[in-house]
Nanobody, 124 residues
Framework: QVQLVESGGGLVQAGGSLRLSCAASGRTFSSYPMGWFRQAPGKEREFVAAIKWSGGRTYYADSVQGRFTISRDNAKSTVYLQMNSLKPEDTAVYYC?????????????????WGQGTQVTVSS
């Protein structure tokens, strides 16, 4: 079992930055590839970014490529999502996830464990 708790969400102006953190508990955290998803009101939950268990390979949705950076610190059992140049369309609840495979077109079926989510709101 892996438990995931996100933090770092909030309200930011367009063009600003936020860093989300996902603290994991469970002895097998370091063996899982990890990802971030998001869900805007009235929309499907969508893939944002993923990282290999070793941290050596990352994947991004086209909509965030070049603006967001995923990273992990296995010693701290934490995954991060650095979000720069934020846009109003980035407004969503962001979910941390332990995933079953890597890629840049992941779906909910690729998720083994979910966090509870953290709200990110970008004002124009």
């Amino acid at each position: 079992q892996v438990q995931l708790v996100e933090s770092g969400g909030g309200l930011v102006q367009a063009g600003g930055s936020l860093r989300l953190s996902c603290a994991a508990s469970g002895r097998t955290f370091s063996s899982y590839p990890m990802g971030w998803f998001r869900q805007a009101p009235g929309k499907e939950r969508e893939f944002v970014a993923a990282i290999k268990w070793s941290g050596g390979r990352t994947y991004y949705a086209d909509s965030v490529q070049g603006r967001f950076t995923i990273s992990r610190d296995n010693a701290k059992s934490t995954v991060y999502l650095q979000m720069n140049s934020l846009k109003p369309e980035d407004t969503a609840v962001y979910y941390c996830a332990a995933i079953s495979r890597l890629g840049n077109e992941l779906t909910r079926t690729d998720v083994t464990y979910w966090g509870q989510g953290t709200q990110v709101t970008v004002s124009s």
